[in-house]
């Protein structure tokens, strides 16, 4: 653990225990009389990195750091789980130390790095390597535990609107392995599980140094649908909920561009064999075996109509499931899905049709999409993005340069418009899936995307003055945000003797292909009075209940 630019104090398990303890019997001590404790948020924090003037550290992170790093984040974990193990069996003897009616529900927060010297550079400030817990089965058995929450620092301002700087990602599989550990858990929550997307910042530089490394990013997919995989047989059978939010959206949406080439997630790497996963998306698969578990589900995720399993989708060792229900005991399923597929492939276009690289991703490569290791030297690369970071910086002389360069975007969002034979696969495979033959105790299903219209100043000349383009909300000082609209479709099941109801959120002079109208209107008995279609409401702020918080 010991490391010369590392500064950290071991975890300790009866500090966290004693003060566990010290806010149980405060918050018991209050009046009204509120007996026992649920919610309990649990920091693991990262170890404080040195960085002296004399004898600064290298650009990039060595992967002895990191592992010293990982080392302290999972005894933290470990240290975590001992001492709520010791508070459940201090509640033996102590019944009001722990709320009776609803049990135990920690959430453990991961905390952003932090320096005593920030970096000359960002490098530093976005990491790809992610955390793990060492030896999860050696976990203690936790009881008392209903819920379970795993998400970044609270105190952290940094968000998805700055590309998340000193935040480090956890391992997909990470909160997964923990609730195995957990025999009475009823619900999982996972608001984000640190999937970043390119962001649009002004700043060339900055572009490159928040850079999501497409290598790491298509490994973690992997790694989930793996570790779903892993975990089926040892969750428990009370489990029945999950909020499982892949990426966060920035609440203005404004922080993504829409043209460049996406990389192609789903294809095959040294990491994974090609027969792995039969060519569909690892997330997607993952969802979909994990909600053959659940009652309620809410997804917001990059996935293909691979999520949606149908009575004859294969399960990955080969056995069919013609006569079982796909999700049997599914009541709520709600399903967030980004614009673009993660093959590349985008399931929206401009409004005149505009598609730039139509034929999907790119492929992934060693050499060119995994960052590199080597931490002695600065390769030629380094250096000259380095100049360009402190010519950008030159470029403003007041005191809020930093802050400028962090904030300013170029956003190009134009992809309002559905391409059919994308979206429509999609739309079938919900509908299939949702049949009361498949889902037969579900009483509401939803699928949607955000989509948002803020193009480039070039493609915004293209379109000034026409009819055809959603248009700009100003804001009270005059200041033109992106336009946001929720695109989707909506199934509310019928109750007792009444009909079931489909609403379609769509654009008015959009209709789905005659087999996808038909596959949700026999959901409602083929009954055009039981489909509504609602129009768009135009916003420059999302919800907070659909956004990062």
């Not at 009046?31 to 309990?40: F, K, L, T, V």
């Not at 002296?52 to 290298?58: S, T």
């Not at 038909?518 to 959901?523: H, I, N, P, T, Y």
Request: one cysteine or more.
């Amino acid at each position: 653990m010991a490391h010369q630019h590392i500064l950290a104090t071991p975890p300790s398990e009866d500090a966290i225990l004693d003060s566990l303890l010290e806010h149980i019997r405060s918050w018991n001590a209050r009046q009204p009389q509120y007996i026992g404790y649920g919610d309990c948020n649990l920091e693991a924090e990262m170890p404080l990195l040195l960085n002296p003037r004399e004898a600064p550290f290298a650009c990039r992170e060595p992967p002895a750091v990191f592992e010293a790093i990982n080392a302290q984040f999972s005894a933290q974990v470990h240290a975590i789980f001992g001492a709520l193990r010791r508070l459940e069996e201090l509640a033996e003897t102590e019944p009001d130390l722990i709320r009776q009616t609803d049990g135990l529900q920690p959430e453990i927060q991961v905390g952003h790095q932090s320096f005593d010297i920030y970096p000359k550079c960002p490098h530093r400030a976005y990491h790809t390597s992610r955390l793990t817990v060492l030896d999860p089965d050696r976990l203690p058995l936790l009881h008392r535990v209903t819920k379970l929450g795993v998400r970044r620092g609270w105190l952290q301002c940094d968000g998805p609107e700055r590309g998340s700087p000193h935040m480090r990602p956890a391992s997909l599989r990470m909160p997964l392995e923990l609730a195995t550990r957990l025999p009475n858990l009823r619900e999982l929550d996972f608001p984000w599980l640190w999937e970043r997307l390119p962001i649009a910042f002004s700043s060339q530089a900055l572009r490159r140094f928040a850079r999501v490394w497409e290598g790491p990013w298509r490994d973690s997919r992997i790694e989930f649908a793996r570790g779903v995989r892993h975990v089926l047989p040892l969750l428990p059978p009370s489990l029945v909920k999950a909020r499982i939010w892949f990426w966060s959206p920035h609440i203005y949406g404004n922080n993504t561009e829409q043209k460049s080439q996406m990389p192609d997630l789903v294809g095959t790497s040294s990491f994974s064999s090609s027969s792995e996963f039969g060519g569909k998306d690892p997330v997607s698969l993952g969802l979909r075996h994990l909600g053959r578990r659940l009652e309620e589900l809410d997804a917001r995720a990059l996935i293909t109509p691979d999520l949606f399993a149908s009575d004859r989708d294969d399960d990955d060792d080969g056995a069919t499931y013609h006569n079982l229900p796909s999700w049997p005991n599914m009541r709520h399923l709600k399903v967030e899905f980004h614009p673009c597929a993660p093959d590349g492939r985008w399931y929206f276009s401009g409004p005149r049709g505009e598609d730039p690289h139509a034929d999907g991703g790119f492929a992934i490569t060693r050499e060119a999409h995994y960052p590199p290791i080597d931490d002695l030297d600065e390769d030629e690369y380094d250096e000259e993005l380095h100049t360009l970071w402190h010519e950008e910086q030159e470029e403003h002389d007041d005191s809020e340069c930093e802050e400028r360069i962090w904030d300013c975007r170029r956003p190009d969002l134009f992809r309002t418009r559905p391409i059919a034979e994308r979206i429509e696969p999609l739309l079938l495979a919900f509908a299939s899936s949702i049949r009361r033959e498949s889902m037969p105790l579900l009483e509401d299903a939803e699928l949607f995307s955000w989509l948002a219209w803020q193009p480039s100043v070039e493609r915004a000349r293209v379109y000034e003055g026409s009819e055809g383009a959603p248009f700009l909300l100003p804001d009270e000082d005059d200041h033109l945000w992106a336009v946001q609209f929720r695109w989707g479709v909506r199934y509310e099941a019928p109750k007792g003797d009444g009909k079931g109801k489909i609403t379609w959120q769509v654009a008015e002079g959009w209709r789905p292909g005659q087999e996808v109208m038909r596959a949700f209107e026999d959901l409602v008995g083929g009954d055009d009075e039981s489909v509504e279609w609602k129009g768009f409401e135009f916003v420059n702020q999302r919800s907070m209940d659909d956004a990062f918080f």
